[in-house]
C-alpha cells in the first residue's frame, strides 16, 4: 500500500552542520510530497512541498528533490541553527478520490551551539 | 483571522467530565480533520470530514464523539475519557478531501485526562 518512510531519530548536529533527513515512499499513484515542522508545543506547519517528479520545494535554507527512480524527497539544509530544532515530518498525497494523506513517523532534530 | 484555530490550547478533564474542542477555519476549505498525537507514536487518523459530512473515522471509541457544523467548524465532544487518551488533539483542513495542496494544521489541544 501507499506509505511514506523516514529516517529515524533523534538527530542531533552542531550548529552550522549539514543536514539530511531521509525520506522514502510507496504510492500506487502519481503522489505530491511534502515536509512538515513541528516547534515544540506546536502544531505541524508545511515546510516545503513538490508536486511532480524532479521538482525541487524550498523554504527557509530547508529543500528536497522529489526522485521518482529512487522514490525518495530527502529534506537538507546547509548550515543548521538552534532555532531549527523541531520534529520534521513527511507526508505524501495521493491524487485520487477519499482520504490519501499519509506521514512519516517524524524525526527530532536537535541543533546544540 | 486566517488559518486554523483550535480551543483551548490546554485542557485538564477527569474522567467523568464532559468536554469540548473547537475548531475554526478561514481558508474556504472543505475538507477538516482530527489527529491524535501521542508521545513516541506516530500522527494518528481519527475523523475526516468533507463538506459537513464524515468520510472516515478510524476505529476510534466512542467516547469521542465529532461535530461538523458547517464547513469551517469541526468540534471534538469528549465524555468519559481514559488517561491513556492524554495528548496533543491537533485539528487539520485542506481544500479537498484529496489533500493534494497540503494540510493546514492548528496548533492543537493539549489533553490531560486525571
Known amino acids: 500500500g501507499d506509505s511514506v518512510t523516514q529516517m529515524e531519530g533523534p538527530v542531533t548536529l552542531s550548529e552550522e552542520a549539514f543536514l539530511t533527513i531521509n525520506c522514502t515512499y510507496t504510492?500506487?499513484?502519481?503522489?505530491?510530497l511534502f515536509w512538515y515542522v513541528q516547534y515544540p508545543g506546536e502544531g505541524l506547519q508545511l515546510l516545503l512541498k513538490?508536486?511532480?517528479?524532479?521538482d525541487k520545494g524550498s523554504n527557509k535554507g530547508f529543500e528536497a528533490t522529489y526522485r521518482k527512480e529512487t522514490t525518495s524527497f530527502h529534506l537538507e539544509k546547509g548550515s543548521v541553527q538552534v532555532s531549527d530544532s523541531a520534529v520534521y515530518f513527511c507526508?505524501?498525497?495521493?491524487?485520487?478520490?477519499?482520504?490519501?494523506?499519509?506521514f512519516g513517523t517524524g524525526t527530532s532534530l536537535t541543533v546544540i551551539p | 483571522e486566517t488559518g486554523v484555530t483550535q480551543t483551548p490550547r490546554h485542557l485538564v478533564m477527569g474522567m467523568t467530565n464532559k468536554k469540548s474542542l473547537k475548531c475554526e477555519q478561514h481558508?474556504?476549505?472543505?475538507?477538516m480533520y482530527w489527529y491524535k498525537q501521542s508521545a513516541k507514536k506516530p500522527l494518528e487518523l481519527m475523523f475526516v470530514?468533507?463538506?459537513?459530512?464524515?468520510?472516515e473515522n478510524n476505529s476510534v471509541p466512542s467516547r469521542f464523539s465529532p461535530e461538523c457544523p458547517n464547513s469551517s467548524h469541526l468540534f471534538l465532544h469528549l465524555h468519559t475519557l481514559q488517561p491513556e487518551d492524554s495528548a496533543l488533539y491537533l485539528c487539520?483542513?485542506?481544500?479537498?478531501?484529496?489533500?493534494?495542496?497540503?494540510?493546514?494544521f492548528g496548533s492543537g489541544t493539549r489533553l490531560t485526562v486525571v
Open positions: 481558508l474556504g476549505h472543505n475538507a
Open positions: 470530514y468533507s463538506l459537513e459530512e464524515r468520510v
Open positions: 487539520a483542513s485542506s481544500q479537498d478531501v484529496s489533500g493534494g495542496l497540503g494540510y493546514t
Open positions: 513538490a508536486t511532480k517528479a524532479d
Open positions: 504510492a500506487t499513484g502519481y503522489p505530491s
Open positions: 507526508a505524501l498525497s495521493i491524487t485520487n478520490t477519499g482520504n490519501q494523506f499519509y
